[in-house]
């Protein structure tokens, strides 16, 4: 049972990072750069945050 | 302008930013989930080091280093809340320089845990089954590439299966303690007779100091709940709640997983077993509880390494970001809103280190690079405190007692640091060297590629004395 279980996890290993190479693959030639690294360090806190003690 | 991919997938304005849908629960099930593997293997090499009582002793006084650690971290988070954490509180509060190695210091020590516990997992299967020939590497690449595409997919499910799996590893810890009747010692337990005056410090004082190395195994990545700070709801409030509830929380399982392990087993044995709760389980002569310790053993490896690649990604995003990396890092899934290549170019290198490294060398590398970080924490503070005094700025939490649990932290920094040089001095300085050199290539370097106004991004007033 442990060495089926053993190839088991090989398999799942194998399946899941070649979903996740898709995956990555269709969103890169999907999107342009621009838009997915768009996102911008501490935006909601300018909105929301005004420190003004 | 509104790009589709498919209906589930839609980017308002060309941004992408990460989802906020967090919750304190999920903060807990993050800091948690990556320190409960602590209780499960590793605090007990203290006992190796200085006895019984001298795990105890530091299960205590680390507890004060972490308190402080929780109590600091809630104050500059709840205010600087940002991926990144301690990153993007150093780059704000100290420099571009110290942020780069807090980074660093943040990558090495998720990514390094993430090994641990993957190679833990593995070697408890193994020794589970009790199969000759049968490897442990099946099960750290199935740990490992399962856990990275839980990620992958989005950080609601992610920590929501932590919050079950961390909550059913702590309950297994309270489940034992009331098992053998702690209130009554002879029946199970038999503390007065393996922990006498004569054993309990077997090397004395200096074993006490030797342990601090192991010691910090009980609540090692608690710091860990800043990485979600972008994707609360309320930073203000969920990250100081859910930090400070997984501090106490810890505190408890660490004195019970103490109590019951050392009223158990003599301290030679305790000190080198790489399972004190599964064998303490063995030792009731429960098959119940043997069973479910061995299942939370493995929970417990899995909630951590799964807060590990959180953390560790989020940290790698954030030097993207601001280009302190190339900005192709700090790409986010436009239907998943999580920092997918982050996630997967730490996949491989996590799974090459599993492969190839010890579980000692691999942990002493991820603690070293804590306690930097925890050195760092306790001047980070302070200057935090003198640049921008309270009410100079609104804070979610306000820590007590300034500077004490500072000062408090950066003593018992200096002591951690004196017990590894003790244990692994040539680790010690191996990395301190890589350090440098690394500060040197960014210095030199890197630091022409960021856009040095644009880093900053808290609408803070001007510093005192700026």
């Known amino acids: ?40 360090e501490g935006e909601l806190e300018a909105v929301s945050e005004k420190h003004r003690i | 302008m509104t790009v589709t991919l498919e209906p589930a997938v839609q980017v308002q304005g060309d941004r992408v930013s990460l989802l906020r849908v ?14 409960l593997v602590g209780e499960f293997t590793g605090w007990n090499f203290a006992a190796d080091k200085g006895g019984a009582l001298a795990a105890l002793i530091v299960c205590w006084i680390v507890g004060l280093l972490y308190t402080s650690v929780a109590m600091i971290d809630s104050e500059v988070t709840s205010t600087v809340a940002a991926a990144g954490g301690q990153y993007a509180q150093a780059k704000h509060i100290v420099g571009p320089l110290m942020a780069f190695n807090v980074a660093l210091f943040l990558v090495f020590a998720y990514t390094m845990l993430e090994v ?26 199935a740990t490992i590439v399962v856990l990275a595409w839980l990620n992958y997919r989005g950080v609601l499910m992610t920590l929501n299966v932590n919050f079950v799996i961390t909550a059913i590893a702590y309950v297994s810890i309270v489940i034992l303690f009331f098992s053998v009747s702690p209130w009554t010692q002879g029946a199970v337990l038999k503390l007065n007779e393996l922990v006498t005056p ?27 709940t800043t990485q979600a700070a972008e994707e609360v709801r309320s930073p203000a409030r969920s990250l100081p709640y859910g930090t400070m509830a997984g501090m106490i929380t810890l505190l408890i399982a660490a004195a019970m997983t103490w109590y019951v392990c050392a009223s158990l087993m003599p301290w030679e044995y305790l000190g080198i077993t790489y399972y004190p709760l599964w064998d303490a389980g063995k030792l009731t002569g429960s098959p119940l509880l ?10 417990a490896a899995l909630a951590s390494a799964n807060g590990c690649i959180n953390d560790a990604a989020r940290a790698w995003f954030s030097l993207g970001r601001d280009r302190y990396l190339p900005t192709w890092f700090s790409a986010v899934h436009p239907k998943y809103r999580t920092p997918y290549r982050s996630i997967l170019f730490l996949l491989p290198i996590a799974l090459a280190f599993a492969f190839i490294a010890d579980l000692n060398q691999a942990i002493t590398f991820s603690i070293l ?17 003198k640049k921008w005094p309270l009410g100079s700025i609104r804070r979610g939490y306000t820590h007590p007692f300034h500077p004490l649990p500072a000062i408090v932290l950066f003593c018992l920094c200096v002591v951690t640091f004196f017990a590894i040089f003790l244990g692994f001095g040539s680790q010690l300085i191996a990395m301190v060297a890589f ?27 001007k510093p005192q004395g700026y």
């Open chain 2, 435 to 461: 350090y440098f050199l690394i500060s040197l290539w960014f210095h030199f370097y890197r630091y022409r590629f960021v856009r040095r106004g644009a880093q900053f991004t808290m609408p803070w007033p």
């Open chain 2, 22 to 35: 967090l919750g304190p629960a999920h903060v807990w099930a993050l800091g948690v989930g990556i320190v």
């Open chain 2, 369 to 385: 690079s804590g306690v930097l970080q925890y050195t760092f924490m306790s001047i980070n503070i302070i200057m935090f405190r």
């Open chain 2, 116 to 141: 641990s516990d993957a190679i833990l997992l593995g070697d408890t299967i193994v020794a589970k089954a009790g199969v000759e020939g049968l490897n442990h590497n099946s099960f750290i690449a």
């Open chain 2, 198 to 224: 004569g054993n309990a410090l077997p090397y004395g004082w200096i074993g006490v100091i030797a342990a601090f190395q192991f010691g910090i195994w009980y609540y090692l990545g608690i710091e860990g």
């Open chain 1, 1 to 40: 049972m442990w060495v089926a279980l053993s190839y088991a996890c090989w398999g799942i290993s194998i399946v899941l990072a070649l979903w996740m190479l898709y995956d990555w693959f269709k969103i890169d030639t999907t999107f342009s750069e621009d838009v997915l690294t768009s996102s911008r």
């Open chain 2, 290 to 299: 043997e069973n479910l310790l061995f299942i939370a053993t493995l929970l």
